[in-house]
């Protein structure tokens, strides 16, 4: 493996049995089972605005609204016209224009320019579910499971593995404008910047309290997947909660969990951005390097290796723009603008604006909403 990587383009590692992150040899043969290091990702020309990851497939979405995608869709959980394993990039042909996405184990859901939702999944085969709400949508997120998703007010809705079934709304005291779902907990995160958890972060109840842990941190945006979840704060702080078997908090140990959420002391300078995966974390520092931790059974570390690691590691990647996980591999992106969380856009909460706050309408418009 090189000393570093600088060279712009999109790098991936890891999980490629269904090839999910798109690398095929070069003697002929498309099947790569898995790469342990960071290896040039080929992808159709364009200006990429997010990539979402799931367990055997990905999905890219482009600034003109195209979505092209990778992986097993034998099973529609890309939503493309055939029944084939992917190990190319190919066009996705959605209804609308497309400007984010999130995926799943067994599901893609696609976020349309107008506010709507497109939702393929396992469940509900060769059908590309048109979803609306009463307000138009701004945001999507998922877990291992099922989609959700943030409204122009701010409310969140959370959506079931049939996708003809209703959504679940929840409205809190402030507009919500990031969300992580997890198996058995999920985050919201309001315009003031207060962490808000639910299930297992609150008694066991459905309904959202403040995380008291993180009182009085200012949380700037908030990752999470399967059994745990990251809080990054403005200062560039991280603080994991969940699950660690495989040292994916960060913490040096294992086969242990954070009740709490606890404050990574492991990085040596601060934090711009995070992805998790599975049960593996991704970190990208202001200076654009990239550390990695916890499971590596597949190489998704990017450390030319399958040894696990708990704690940060730091990769080849320099100059990181962008840092995406899927279950088991990792995209990371170089001289590619960082990707703009709509959420984040619509309510002017985007990094390092901590003091800009929501217009005076629209906040009105949210504590005036009746339920």
């Given at each position: 493996m090189t000393d570093t990587i600088?060279?712009?383009?999109?790098?991936?590692?890891?999980?490629?049995?269904?090839?999910?992150?798109?690398?095929?040899?070069?003697?002929g043969n498309n099947r790569v089972?898995?790469?342990?290091?960071?290896?040039?990702?080929?992808?159709?020309?364009?200006?990429?605005?997010?990539?979402?990851?799931?367990?055997?497939?990905?999905?890219?979405?482009?600034?003109?609204?195209?979505?092209?995608?990778?992986?097993d869709d034998h099973d529609f959980i890309i939503g493309t016209r055939e029944s084939e394993e992917y190990r190319l990039?190919?066009?996705v042909d959605l209804p609308e224009p497309i400007i984010w996405a999130t995926c799943g184990w067994y599901y893609t859901c696609y976020l349309s320019a107008n506010g709507s939702l497109y939702y393929c999944s396992k469940e509900?085969?060769?059908?590309?579910?048109?979803?609306?709400?009463?307000?138009?949508?701004?945001?999507?997120?998922?877990?291992?499971?099922?989609?959700?998703?943030?409204?122009?007010?701010?409310?969140?809705?959370?959506?079931?593995?049939?996708?003809?079934?209703?959504s679940t709304k929840h409205h809190l005291p402030l507009p919500v404008y990031d969300l992580v779902t997890c198996k058995k907990f999920n985050l919201a995160l309001t315009v003031n910047h207060v962490l808000y958890g639910n299930l297992k972060l609150n008694q066991g109840s459905s309904e959202f309290a403040p995380i008291l842990d993180l009182n009085g941190v200012i949380i700037r945006q908030i990752f999470g997947y399967f059994q745990f979840a990251?809080?990054?704060?403005?200062?560039?702080?991280?603080?994991?909660?969940?699950?660690?078997?495989?040292?994916?908090l960060a913490c040096g140990a294992t086969h242990s969990?954070?009740?709490?959420?606890?404050?990574?002391?492991?990085?040596?300078?601060?934090?711009?951005?995070?992805?998790?995966?599975?049960?593996?974390?991704?970190?990208?520092?202001?200076t654009g390097d990239l550390y990695t931790c916890g499971y590596n059974n597949q190489g998704q570390l990017m450390i030319d290796s399958k040894d696990d690691k708990n704690t940060p590691v730091k990769t080849v990647i320099e100059k990181a723009t962008n840092v995406s996980c899927g279950d088991n591999f990792t995209f990371?992106?170089?001289?590619?603008?960082?990707?703009?969380?709509?959420?984040?856009?619509h309510f002017n909460m985007?990094?390092?604006?901590?003091?800009?706050?929501?217009?005076?309408?629209?906040?009105?418009?949210?504590?005036?909403?009746?339920?």
């Amino acid at each position: 493996m090189t000393d570093t990587i600088s060279e712009p383009g999109i790098y991936a590692s890891g999980l490629n049995d269904h090839g999910q992150i798109g690398i095929v040899s070069t003697n002929g043969n498309n099947r790569v089972e898995s790469v342990l290091s960071p290896t040039m990702f080929n992808y159709p020309p364009g200006k990429i605005v997010c990539i979402a990851c799931g367990y055997d497939h990905s999905v890219f979405v482009y600034d003109n609204g195209s979505v092209y995608a990778v992986g097993d869709d034998h099973d529609f959980i890309i939503g493309t016209r055939e029944s084939e394993e992917y190990r190319l990039p190919v066009k996705v042909d959605l209804p609308e224009p497309i400007i984010w996405a999130t995926c799943g184990w067994y599901y893609t859901c696609y976020l349309s320019a107008n506010g709507s939702l497109y939702y393929c999944s396992k469940e509900l085969k060769n059908q590309q579910y048109h979803i609306t709400e009463a307000e138009k949508l701004v945001y999507v997120t998922g877990n291992t499971k099922e989609p959700a998703a943030i409204d122009v007010m701010g409310d969140i809705y959370f959506y079931q593995v049939d996708p003809r079934k209703k959504s679940t709304k929840h409205h809190l005291p402030l507009p919500v404008y990031d969300l992580v779902t997890c198996k058995k907990f999920n985050l919201a995160l309001t315009v003031n910047h207060v962490l808000y958890g639910n299930l297992k972060l609150n008694q066991g109840s459905s309904e959202f309290a403040p995380i008291l842990d993180l009182n009085g941190v200012i949380i700037r945006q908030i990752f999470g997947y399967f059994q745990f979840a990251g809080a990054l704060s403005e200062d560039g702080n991280v603080y994991f909660y969940g699950d660690n078997n495989y040292g994916q908090l960060a913490c040096g140990a294992t086969h242990s969990r954070n009740v709490n959420f606890t404050k990574v002391t492991s990085i040596p300078e601060p934090v711009q951005f995070l992805a998790v995966g599975q049960s593996h974390s991704a970190f990208v520092t202001e200076t654009g390097d990239l550390y990695t931790c916890g499971y590596n059974n597949q190489g998704q570390l990017m450390i030319d290796s399958k040894d696990d690691k708990n704690t940060p590691v730091k990769t080849v990647i320099e100059k990181a723009t962008n840092v995406s996980c899927g279950d088991n591999f990792t995209f990371v992106t170089i001289g590619i603008p960082t990707f703009i969380h709509p959420g984040m856009k619509h309510f002017n909460m985007l990094a390092k604006t901590q003091n800009l706050q929501p217009t005076v309408q629209d906040l009105h418009d949210f504590l005036n909403f009746t339920k």
